[in-house]
């Protein structure tokens, strides 16, 4: 039996990850530690509970003595417990300085001193790269593109980024970077675009786009992602970085006519709002050394087929959201769990 510590297991990725390795990998067992920030919710994670392999502690990584306890027990740790959204770094970046910084380091100084921790995992993001110009398209991410963050949010996940190859390089520790695209799929907390807007159209609301629509994401489905992270938890070489992404670049306001058109509604739908500030213009990844590498290939991000299951989803859990959207999921944790 192998055991996983996974950090931020209650967010949108991790609950997926979780989900996707228990049913993959039937020797491994998987510790959850979450502090249920705004976007941890334990309803994604909903009939896991009595599953024997899961077990979910309520922890802050910033909490030095629940961490250290929590490494002894584990042979990986896969980090990506985060403050995520880039628009609330532009509001306020204190919380991701502290959790996406502070809260790496203290789990990498955990890990080191832990006995039986072997591999770290370091989630990051393409948006350490910065950004891309539209006009050639030809220009891809790779590895070796200098980091340039351009947001508080691209800023702190640069930084724990480069904590980890610090420690890599300073300790030996066995870690290892995936650096992926914009993931889309089932439980992403709806102040994310899709289900931000697929949610607002369900409710009769217009979907606010920013700025000209005209800025290139590269899309992936998350659990293509979650197979990436695993490929690379078990097989990926110790200190090396790995990109991840779909190979499917679409403009906002592609992505904004494809989701209209999956629920029946029409362009009058859309309220151009003010662009966010710093906006980065385009994002793409080549993730060819992943695939020769590791031979890790996307199979469930095509679309129209990919984009409209998730769709699909939100429609059919309409619960699920209005739930989050009204703040009444929080009560769930203590359903289940108490009030510890
Ligand atoms: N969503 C994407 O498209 C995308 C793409 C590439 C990389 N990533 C990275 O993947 C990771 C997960 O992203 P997500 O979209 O699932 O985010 P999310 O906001 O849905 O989930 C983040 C989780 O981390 C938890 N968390 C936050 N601060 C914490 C702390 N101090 N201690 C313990 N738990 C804490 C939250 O409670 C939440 O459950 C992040 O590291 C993010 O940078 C996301």
């Known amino acids: 039996m192998r055991t996983i510590l996974v950090t931020g297991g209650a967010g949108f990725i991790g609950a997926n990850f979780i989900r996707f390795v228990l ?13 249920l920030t705004y976007s941890g919710n334990l ?3 909903a009939g896991l509970e009595r599953d024997e392999r899961y077990r979910f502690v309520k922890a802050d990584i910033l909490d030095v003595a629940a961490m250290g306890p929590l490494m002894e027990e584990a042979d ?14 532009i509001l306020d970046s204190t919380p991701f300085v502290q959790t996406n910084i502070a809260g790496t380091q203290v789990l990498l100084d955990a890990a080191r001193k832990a006995e039986r921790m072997g591999r770290f995992l370091y989630v990051s993001t393409d948006e350490v790269y910065g950004s891309l110009p539209l006009e050639d398209t030809s220009v891809l991410f790779t590895e070796e593109t200098p980091l340039a963050p351009n947001s508080p949010y691209a800023a702190s996940k640069t930084g724990g980024d480069l904590l980890a190859r610090a420690y890599h390089h300073t300790f030996g520790m066995d870690i ?8 889309f799929g089932p439980y992403q907390f709806p102040e994310k675009v899709i289900p931000l807007f697929v949610t607002n159209l369900v409710e009769g609301k217009k979907v606010p786009l920013y700025g000209d629509g005209l ?11 979650c197979e990436a992270i695993l490929a690379v938890l078990e097989k990926g ?5 790995y990109n991840v992404g779909g190979n499917n670049e679409r403009s906002n306001l592609e992505l904004t006519h494809s989701i209209l058109g999956l629920m029946g509604c029409g362009e009058e739908m859309i309220e151009y709002v003010c662009d966010r ?8 990844i080549d993730a060819s050394k992943i695939k020769r590498e590791l031979g890790w290939e996307p199979t469930r991000s095509a679309w129209p087929e990919a984009m409209a299951a998730t ?10 959201w209005q739930r989050v959207r009204s703040g009444a999921y929080r009560a769930y944790y203590e359903q289940q769990y108490g009030a510890r």
């Open 23 to 35: 049913n993959a990998r039937p020797a491994y067992q998987i510790i959850n530690v979450d502090s």
């Open 43 to 45: 309803e994604n994670l």
């Open 76 to 89: 990986a740790i896969v980090h990506m417990a985060a403050e995520s959204h880039v628009d609330r770094s």
């Open 176 to 183: 290892v970077t995936t650096r992926c695209s914009n993931n």
């Open 215 to 225: 800025n290139v994401r590269d899309w992936l489905h998350v659990d293509d992602h």
């Open 237 to 241: 070489i110790s200190g090396e970085v």
């Open 277 to 284: 500030p710093g906006h980065d213009r385009r994002y793409a």
């Open 311 to 320: 769709v699909e989803w939100y429609k059919a859990n309409a619960e699920w």
